[in-house]
């Protein structure tokens, strides 16, 4: 199973970005999957976070800026980012609590699985 991040970029303040997070294997189930950053220097922050029903939990800062969602049928996590500001800028990482998936005959549980990162540069 792997994660594989897209869709970062480089933005002006006020602008809008779509992250993806595309999970591949023979995945038959992923549990809550969420979407943290890192800004130069400091630690890995948790943005959001979407179930496998499709209920969201954001950062307060992110709250009625961001839209994170996913689609089960193609195991991939969104995240639509709108009026971003300077202080949204970092790489942004996909995580999967556990992913449940077929391992030959029978299925396997990977936990924590994190995606590279995609990198979100915001100038004011």
């Known amino acids: 199973v792997q994660l594989q991040a897209s869709g970062g970029g480089s933005v002006q303040a006020g602008g809008s970005l779509r992250l993806s997070c595309a999970a591949s294997?023979?995945?038959?189930?992923?549990?809550?999957m969420d979407w943290y950053r890192q800004a130069p220097g400091k630690e890995r922050k948790w943005v959001a976070s979407?179930?496998?029903?499709?209920?969201?939990t954001y950062l307060n800062s992110v709250k009625g800026r961001f839209t994170a969602s996913r689609d089960n049928t193609k195991n991939t996590l969104y995240l639509q980012m709108n009026s971003l500001k300077p202080e949204d800028a970092g790489n942004y990482y996909c995580?999967?609590?556990?992913?449940?998936?077929?391992?030959?005959?029978?299925?396997?549980?990977?936990?924590?699985?994190w995606g590279q990162g995609t990198l979100v540069t915001v100038s004011s």
């Open positions: 294997g023979r995945i038959e189930s992923m549990e809550v």
């Open positions: 995580h999967v609590g556990a992913v449940t998936y077929k391992s030959g005959i029978t299925t396997a549980t990977m936990y924590n699985a």
């Open positions: 979407v179930d496998s029903g499709g209920s969201t």
